[in-house]
């Protein structure tokens, strides 16, 4: 079965600073997706990222990049000029990516971030 | 474009009622999964479902839980004789067909007194 491990229960970063969120995962699959996910206290769940493990460029979107560590498992989340409403909590996500595997998303416990002004 | 729409917002039950939440996939979205939120935790997968059809409910709990997807309605999580232990938010996510990225609902809080 797969898992993902965030180690950091907590981070705070000063505004226009950068921060990294750190995510490990195992799997014996080759094929997978795996994503980070927003939570803001509204509570939603916004997509932020999303890279295929078959893609060795690293996925960037505006602010937020990741560095994505196939070997080593490892897939963390750079937030650059971080911004107030950047605060939130953020889950690091793995989905399998064989056709008839599961389609289930598989979630770490979440870093809270604090942002301040 | 309204996106995933769950209802109640909130909803509070006695131990042993019945829970009923609800689910809205996106428009031409086929595809429904739930997923459960415990205090201080990330999501747990339930179940997935296609229209009519349960496709994986390996993370569903053998008794009091059952979901359902009709042809025609929304999608139905329902948990009988609920206990404290239910207390969670559930999130509904859907997407247009299986491999695709699941888009969210806000969630429904479910409190049990």
Not at chain 1, 13 to 40: G, H, I, R
Request: charged share 20%; proline share 5%; hydrophobic share 30%.
């Amino acid at each position: 079965a797969q898992t993902v491990t965030q180690s950091q229960p907590e981070m705070s970063v000063q505004e226009a600073e950068t921060v990294t969120l750190s995510c490990t995962y195992d799997t014996s699959e080759s094929d997978y997706y795996l994503f980070w996910y927003k939570q803001p206290p509204s509570r939603q769940m916004i997509l932020v990222i999303r890279q295929e493990a078959y893609k060795q460029q690293n996925a960037t979107e505006n602010r937020f990049s990741v560095n994505f560590q196939k070997a080593a498992k490892s897939f963390s989340l750079k937030i650059s000029d971080s911004q107030l409403g950047d605060a939130a909590m953020y889950f690091c996500a793995y989905r399998s990516r064989y056709l008839g595997g599961s389609e289930k998303l598989v979630f770490g416990k979440g870093t809270k971030l604090t942002v301040n002004p | 474009n309204a996106g995933v729409m769950q209802n109640p917002r909130h909803l509070v039950r006695r131990r042993g009622q019945e829970a009923r939440l609800r689910c809205s996939p996106m428009k031409g979205h086929s595809h429904v999964y739930w997923y459960r939120q415990l205090p201080e935790e990330g999501l747990k997968f339930m179940v997935y479902l296609q229209k009519e059809n349960i496709i994986d409910e390996s993370g569903m709990p053998k008794e009091r839980f059952s979901a359902e997807f009709p042809k025609e309605g929304p999608s139905i999580l329902r948990i009988q004789q609920v206990v404290r232990g239910d207390s969670a938010a559930y999130f509904c996510a859907s997407s247009p067909q299986g491999g695709q990225p699941q888009h969210f609902g806000d969630g429904t809080r479910l409190s049990i007194l």
